[in-house]
T-cell receptor
Framework: DGGITQSPKYLFRKEGQNVTLSCEQNLNHDAMYWYRQDPGQGLRLIYY???????QKGDIAEGYSVSREKKESFPLTVTSAQKNPTAFYLC????????????????FGEGSRLTVL | GENVEQHPSTLSVQEGDSAVIKCTYSDSASNYFPWYKQELGKGPQLIID?????GEKKDQRIAVTLNKTAKHFSLHITETQPEDSAVYFC???????????FGSGTRLQVQP
C-alpha cells in the first residue's frame, strides 16, 4: 500500500545526544515536510523539501537538521542544540503542481514520539 | 507570517447533535483552507478543504464555510457519531507559500 512510514514510533534520548527520525514515502510525491506537535499548540513546521538535495527552514528549524538525498526519504535529526526536544514529530508529503506549488492535501505518517530523559 | 487561531480547544456534544469549530486567519492572501482529523496515536488525515473562490462546501455530514471578508472559516459536523471523536485541525496557506499553517486543534468528544 502507498503511504508514509515513520520510525521509530517511540524514542527515548538522553540530554546531549543527537537522534535521527526516519521518514520514507512511496507515493512518488515531490514535497516532504516535518512538523512538530505539542499539546495545545497544533502543528508547527520544522523543515520542508520540494525536491531532492534542496530543503527550506520552517518556523521552528533551530536545533534540527534534515537531508533529502533521495526522493522517497526525508530524515530529521534532532540535535543537542534543540532545547526542548520532547514532542510528537510528524512527517508529511504532498504532490506538486506544474507551477511548483503544493496541490493541497498533505499525507501524514503516524508520527514518532521523542522523549528526552 | 500567517497566524491561525482555532476555537474551542475542547468540545463535547451528545451523539446526534451538531458540532461547530471556528478558525480565523491573519493573512488576507491565504487561499486554501483544509481541515484535518487526527485520531489517537495516528497522523492527521484530510477530511475536507475549501479554496477562496468558494463560500461553502459539503461532503455528507461535514461542511466548511468561508468568510473572506471576516477572514474566518468554520467546520460543521451534523448528526455526530462516537467515531467523530478526535482532534480536528484547521489550516491555511497563502498563495505562493509551500507549507500550511495549522491552528492549535480542537478535541471533539461525542458522548453516546
Amino acid at each position: 500500500d502507498g503511504g508514509i512510514t515513520q520510525s521509530p514510533k517511540y524514542l527515548f534520548r538522553k540530554e546531549g545526544q543527537n537522534v535521527t527520525l526516519s521518514c520514507e514515502q512511496n507515493l512518488n510525491h515531490d514535497a516532504m515536510y516535518w512538523y512538530r506537535q505539542d499539546p495545545g499548540q497544533g502543528l508547527r513546521l520544522i523543515y520542508y523539501s520540494q525536491i531532492v538535495n534542496d530543503f527550506q527552514k520552517g518556523d521552528i528549524a533551530e536545533g534540527y537538521s534534515v537531508s533529502r538525498e533521495k526522493k522517497e526519504s526525508f530524515p530529521l535529526t534532532v540535535t543537542s542544540a534543540q532545547k526542548n526536544p520532547t514532542a510528537f514529530y510528524l512527517c508529511a508529503s504532498s504532490q506538486m503542481s506544474g507551477t511548483g506549488l503544493s496541490t493541497g492535501e498533505l499525507f501524514f505518517g503516524e508520527g514518532s514520539r521523542l522523549t528526552v530523559l | 507570517g500567517e497566524n491561525v487561531e482555532q476555537h474551542p480547544s475542547t468540545l463535547s456534544v451528545q451523539e446526534g447533535d451538531s458540532a461547530v469549530i471556528k478558525c480565523t486567519y491573519s493573512d488576507s492572501a491565504s487561499n486554501y483552507f483544509p481541515w484535518y482529523k487526527q485520531e489517537l496515536g495516528k497522523g492527521p488525515q484530510l477530511i475536507i478543504d475549501i479554496r477562496s473562490n468558494v463560500g461553502e462546501k459539503k461532503d455528507q455530514r461535514i461542511a466548511v464555510t468561508l468568510n473572506k471578508t471576516a477572514k474566518h472559516f468554520s467546520l460543521h459536523i451534523t448528526e455526530t457519531q462516537p467515531e467523530d471523536s478526535a482532534v480536528y485541525f484547521c489550516a491555511a496557506r497563502r498563495t505562493g507559500r509551500r507549507a500550511l499553517t495549522f491552528g492549535s486543534g480542537t478535541r471533539l468528544q461525542v458522548q453516546p
